[in-house]
C-alpha cells in the first residue's frame, strides 16, 4: 500500500483520518494511557491485550475508532493474524507500540529455565514477532513508526535481583537499534522509550517473583531502598501520554528518550565510570591486539 500515510480506507470503505495505531498491552499502564490519548485526538486504535474484556470499556467509549483484538504476544502466529486483522479494519498502521511486558523479580541464582525463557518470550520475542509482522506492511506504504517500550534498565543494570528483566532490556536495545538502521531507507522510523519510576503496576500485580534464597535476603533489603532513593517518587503514567503524541509527531523522532526526571542523571554517572574503566585498562587492550 501506498499513499499519503495519514488517510485510508477502513475495511467498509470509509476514509479514515488520523493516525491508525496498533498497540500490545492495553489494558493498563502505559498501553492504556497511550491508547485513550490517540483516541482522545481523533486516531484510530487497534488495541490488543491478553482478553478483550479487559479492553471492552475502549470499544464501549469511542466506538469504531477502536478495534479489540485479543492477542498474546507469545504466540508468533497470533501476533500475525493480529496485525494482519488490524490492517485490514483501518487499511494501514501508522504507529506500532511494543508495550506488553513485564518485570521479573528474582536474583540470577533464584532464576528457574522456565522464568528465565518466559521473561525473554514476552519481553523480547512477543516485541520481535509484532514488529516482523508490521514491517512488510510499513514497508510497503513507505511509512511508519515503531515504538519500543525499553525501561532505563535497558541502559543500566545496577539493580540486583532484576538480571533477567535487564537482560531482555538490552536485548530489545539491541535489536530495534539495528532495526532502525535497517529500516530508515523504507521511511519507518523506529524509538526506544526509557521509562525510570513510574506509578503502574509494574512492580505490583504485573511483576512475577522467583522463590527466594536466604542469602540473598540482606542485599534484597538494601536495593529496595536503593531502588526507592535513586528513583525518587514515581512519574504519573497519565502524563507521559503528551510525550508520545509528541514524539510520533515531530519530523525527526529520537531514537531514544528517557521517561523521569532521573534516567539522565544515572546514566550519566553509568557512562562517566564505564569510560573511566575502559580508558584505565586501554594499555591492556591494545596489548591484547597483538600485531
Known amino acids: 500500500m501506498s499513499g499519503n ?7 467498509a470503505g470509509e476514509p479514515v483520518t488520523g493516525k491508525v495505531w496498533f498497540i500490545t ?21 487497534a488495541a490488543t491485550a491478553r482478553t ?3 479492553i471492552a470499556d475502549l470499544s464501549a467509549r469511542f466506538g469504531d475508532a477502536v478495534l479489540a483484538l485479543q492477542l498474546d504476544v507469545n504466540d508468533r502466529a497470533a501476533a500475525f493474524e493480529a496485525v494482519a486483522a488490524a490492517h485490514k479494519h483501518f487499511g494501514r498502521l501508522d504507529v506500532v507500540v511494543n508495550n506488553a511486558g513485564y518485570g521479573h523479580f528474582g536474583f540470577i541464582e533464584e532464576l528457574t529455565e522456565a522464568e528465565a525463557r ?38 543500566v543494570a545496577t539493580y540486583p535481583g532484576l538480571g533477567m528483566y535487564h537482560a531482555s532490556k538490552w536485548a530489545l536495545e539491541g535489536l530495534s537499534q539495528a532495526l532502525s538502521v535497517e529500516v530508515a531507507r523504507f521511511g519507518i522510523a523506529v524509538t526506544l522509550i526509557e521509562p525510570g519510576g513510574f506509578d503502574t503496576e ?11 534464597l536466604g542469602a540473598y535476603d540482606e542485599i534484597r533489603a538494601e536495593q529496595s531502598v536503593v531502588r526507592k532513593q535513586t528513583l525518587a517518587k514515581g512519574g504519573d503514567p497519565a502524563a507521559t501520554a503528551a510525550a508520545v503524541m509528541a514524539i510520533v509527531d515531530a519530523e525527526h523522532p529520537p531514537l531514544r528518550v528517557f521517561f523521569g526526571s532521573a534516567p539522565l542523571r544515572l546514566v550519566k554517572r553509568e557512562y562517566a565510570e564505564r569510560i573511566a574503566e575502559w580508558e584505565e585498562w586501554n594499555d591492556l ?7
Open 202 to 212: 509494574w512492580s505490583g500485580a504485573s511483576a512475577l517473583r522467583s522463590e527466594r
Open 5 to 11: 500515510p495519514e488517510t485510508g480506507n477502513s475495511e
Open 118 to 155: 518466559e521473561q525473554f518470550d514476552t519481553n523480547v520475542f512477543g516485541a520481535l514477532w509484532v514488529t516482523q509482522a508490521a514491517l512488510p506492511l510499513l514497508r510497503e506504504q513507505g511509512s511508519g513508526h515503531i515504538l519500543q517500550v525499553s525501561s532505563l534498565g535497558g541502559i
Open 285 to 291: 587492550a591494545v596489548a591484547a591486539q597483538g600485531q
Open 52 to 54: 478483550v474484556e479487559s
Open 25 to 45: 498491552g492495553s489494558s493498563r499502564g502505559f498501553g492504556r494511557e497511550w491508547a485513550t490519548a490517540a483516541l482522545e485526538r481523533g486516531d484510530r486504535v
